[in-house]
């Protein structure tokens, strides 16, 4: 699908002052980009753990860290500063295809 035939997904945007200031955009944007960059590191770190009750204290600040992304995702769709493109139901079909191919190719209990 060409990127004319896209559709964006997103509410109307929330009109913000265009300054040289932050605005709220701005800071909800860096409180995700903090969100998803924490996230990650707790991501890494819990794979590398290997004391358990280390482990089940940073599992849940790892969860409480998604939930907060999440809610800052949300509102920025709310306020519409965050879109997403309509992707066509037939390459997603098509890309599920191959994803489930190689998953079977690559599987060692065929």
């Known amino acids: 699908m060409n990127q004319q035939n896209q559709q964006k997904i997103s509410n109307p945007e929330t009109p913000v002052p265009a300054t040289s200031q932050m605005n709220d955009r701005d800071f909800v944007n860096e409180l995700l980009t903090t969100e998803k960059y924490i996230t990650s590191s707790y991501c890494t770190a819990l794979h590398e753990f290997s004391h358990e009750?280390?482990?089940?204290d940073i599992q849940s600040i790892f969860d409480e860290s998604q939930k907060a992304q999440r809610k800052l995702y949300d509102l920025m769709?709310?306020?519409?500063?965050?879109?997403?493109?309509?992707?066509?139901?037939?390459?997603?079909?098509q890309s599920h295809q191959k994803f489930q191919q190689t998953l079977q190719q690559q599987s060692p209990y065929q």
Request: aromatic share 24%; hydrophobic share 35%; charged share 20%.
């Open 53 to 56: 009750s280390l482990y089940q």
């Open 77 to 93: 769709f709310q306020y519409g500063w965050y879109s997403i493109e309509a992707e066509d139901a037939q390459k997603l079909q």
